[in-house]
Nanobody
Framework: QVQLVESGGGLVQPGGSLRLSCAVS????????IAWFRQAPGKEREAVSCIRSTYGSTSYADSVKGRFTISRDNVKNMAYLQMNSLNAEDTAVYYCAATSFLTTCVMSKPIMYNYWGQGTQVTVSS
């Protein structure tokens, strides 16, 4: 049974950092393409980063490029999102998602991701 469990969210001041973790079970972390999405109140869910299955190439939304880093640990079977230089616009619920349909990073189609975690809240505020 596939399960994704996020952790690491919380309250952080502007300019601060957080690392989100996604514990994966039911498949090895490099077998499926994994993405991090976020959804702020009143806004649509958007992809922020993606790591491709097998080869591990990565993609980022323009809004987080240079500040966020996605990675995975095949030994621990975990995926991560390191978030630096956080600002208020990064406040959202962050979701880890995986797709068995895609082998590349397609960030524009959340519907193609068939496995989702429960989400973790990130709040950036002073």
């Amino acid at each position: 049974q596939v399960q994704l469990v996020e952790s690491g969210g919380g309250l952080v001041q502007p300019g601060g950092s957080l690392r989100l973790s996604c514990a994966v079970s039911g498949f090895t972390v490099d077998y499926y393409t994994i993405a991090w999405f976020r959804q702020a109140p009143g806004k649509e869910r958007e992809a922020v980063s993606c790591i491709r299955s097998t080869y591990g190439s990565t993609s980022y939304a323009d809004s987080v490029k240079g500040r966020f880093t996605i990675s995975r640990d095949n030994v621990k079977n975990m995926a991560y999102l390191q978030m630096n230089s956080l600002n208020a616009e990064d406040t959202a619920v962050y979701y880890c998602a995986a797709t068995s349909f895609l082998t590349t990073c397609v960030m524009s189609k959340p519907i193609m991701y068939n496995y989702w975690g429960q989400g973790t809240q990130v709040t950036v505020s002073s």
